[in-house]
Structure formats: C-alpha cells, structure tokens
C-alpha cells in the first residue's frame, strides 16, 4: 500500500498535478481563443458578456465559464504542484508567500466559474435553486473551516 511518506506515492501525486497542469494550460489557451473569436464575430464587449452571460446556456457562456474554473484551478495547481516539487510539500512544510496567494485567488475564481457552469446548465429546468444551494453549502462548509481552524487565519493575516 502507498502511504504518504512513499516515495512512490510522491511521484504519483507530483505526476498526476503535472498532468492536470497541463492539460489545464491547453484548455485555458483553447477557450481564450475561442471566446476572443466569439467576441470578434459578434462584435460584442467583454462586459456585455460576461454582465449577460450566465443568464443563457449558450456555448459562449459556458466557455466564460469553463475559463473561470480553469484559471482557479491552473492557479492552485501551480501552488500545490510547486510547494511539493521545489517546496516544503513532501516535509509538510508551509507554503511561501507567493503560493498562498495562488491559492487564495485561485480558489475563488473556480468557485465562481463552477457556480456559474451549475446555473448555466440548471437553471432552465430548475430555475435557480442548485446553484444557490449550492452556494450556501459551500459557503456554510467554509464557516466551519474557519471557525474550527480559526488560529489558522490569523498566521495567513
């Protein structure tokens, strides 16, 4: 079995983060393009989109969408990736200032990109409740967090 102390097991995780970066990059680029393209087309502002966006489930939308949850999750993969590979990750250490950040950006960003993906894709059969319940779960689950680690909060500050 791989425990955490394996070295195997630090390899896969390392191998698995890289891969998914990857990726990550490829499909930011793909989307980039694409919603530059779209804009071109439609001769439409950024703006107007992204103030219009989330109401339809058109394939734009949803590629603004997608972008959102890409970018957080790229950013925080970075963090991760680099804490464990050149970092303190395999000793447990802290994180430096710099992936904190990554991470404090990022996370968000995917939060918001992944709600917009749910009210997109539910929100004509089932109007508006799954992204808000949503929502409040992830929002209720991170008031706990911070209440049960709040001695964390104040060394991130």
């Known amino acids: 079995m791989l425990g955490q ?6 390899f896969i995780l390392e191998t698995v983060n890289g891969v998914v970066l990857i990726l990550s990059i490829s499909l930011l680029l793909v989307l980039t393009f694409y919603i530059a393209s779209k804009l071109r087309q439609n001769n439409q502002p950024l703006r107007r989109v992204l103030a219009n966006g989330p109401m339809r489930a058109t394939v734009l939308a949803l590629a ?3 972008l959102f949850d890409k970018l957080g999750v790229l950013l925080t993969r970075v963090a991760v990736f680099t804490w464990r ?15 904190i950040y990554l991470l404090l950006i990022g996370t968000p960003l995917s939060a918001i990109g992944l709600l917009w993906l749910i009210r997109i894709l539910s929100r004509p059969m089932y109007g508006d409740w ?3 319940v949503t929502a ?3 929002g209720c689950y991170l008031a706990v967090t911070f209440w049960q680690h709040y001695h964390l909060i104040g060394a991130l500050l």
């Open 64 to 66: 603004l969408a997608l």
């Open 130 to 132: 799954p992204w808000t």
């Open 136 to 138: 409040i779960v992830a």
């Open 85 to 99: 590979r050149f970092g303190n990750g395999l000793t447990g250490g802290p994180m430096n200032e710099i992936q």
């Open 5 to 10: 102390e394996n070295p195997e097991m630090n």
